[in-house]
T-cell receptor
Framework: DQQVKQNSPSLSVQEGRISILNCDYT??????FLWYKKYPAEGPTFLIS?????DKNEDGRFTVFLNKSAKHLSLHIVPSQPGDSAVYFC????????????FGKGTRLHILP | DAGVIQSPRHEVTEMGQEVTLRCKPI?????LFWYRQTMMRGLELLIY????????DSGMPEDRFSAKMPNASFSTLKIQPSEPRDSAVYFC?????????FGQGTRLTVV
């Protein structure tokens, strides 16, 4: 049973527009959430994270929003750039629990010129 | 630090053969994770260690899979015997405070 779900396998966005990637989770014990970016033939790299005590975290063009009541988080990229084309993985963990990091299936983002 | 180092980068083997994947975590990290990436399941957690001790191996698909961490700087994932359905990219990651750093992965092809 997938505890972290990314229901959109792919997303295409025009360069310069906003990209919104969504993620849902089922385990209410998760208290720390992360987004990773992956290019072909490379390992995933950390992008941004958010603790469950916050509802928003911003880092440059990247913002993550957390809605605990809906068990939903989203990653916003503004403005989208060609180098943002990659697979994005959502992940969750229990910071005060067993510490394992569970990933979703990923969303492939295509930035169109 | 050179980051998480995995070897080999690519492995092609025949069905029934033993395969051993290797990982050197980042020095000082106390967690080590083994993941498998497939189209169907995304990044699937196989097993993870804390201070060299296996904590949760519930993601290991079958008894054909085993993992060890004999010391803080080395871990192996072994598949014996290998099957074509084991073909995937296997990632090792290490972390200190829940921010995992990944190696470049081993692409395994079992023919």
């Amino acid at each position: 049973d997938q505890q972290v779900k990314q229901n959109s396998p792919s997303l295409s966005v025009q360069e310069g527009r906003i990209s919104i990637l969504n993620c849902d989770y089922t385990n209410s014990m998760f208290d720390y959430f992360l987004w990773y970016k992956k290019y072909p033939a490379e390992g995933p790299t950390f992008l941004i994270s958010i603790s469950s005590i916050k509802d928003k975290n911003e880092d440059g063009r990247f913002t993550v929003f957390l809605n605990k009541s809906a068990k939903h988080l989203s990653l916003h990229i503004v403005p989208s750039q060609p180098g943002d084309s990659a697979v994005y993985f959502c992940a969750a963990s229990r910071r005060h629990g067993d510490d394992k990091i569970i990933f979703g299936k990923g969303t492939r983002l295509h930035i169109l010129p | 630090d050179a980051g998480v180092i995995q070897s080999p980068r690519h492995e092609v083997t025949e069905m029934g053969q033993e395969v051993t994947l290797r990982c050197k975590p980042i020095s000082g990290h106390d967690y080590l994770f083994w993941y498998r990436q497939t189209m169907m399941r995304g990044l699937e957690l196989l097993i993870y260690f804390n201070n060299n001790v296996p904590i949760d191996d519930s993601g290991m698909p079958e008894d054909r899979f085993s993992a060890k961490m004999p010391n803080a700087s080395f871990s192996t994932l072994k598949i014996q015997p290998s099957e074509p359905r084991d073909s995937a990219v296997y990632f090792c990651a290490s972390s200190l405070r829940q921010r995992a750093f990944f190696g470049q992965g081993t692409r395994l092809t079992v023919v």
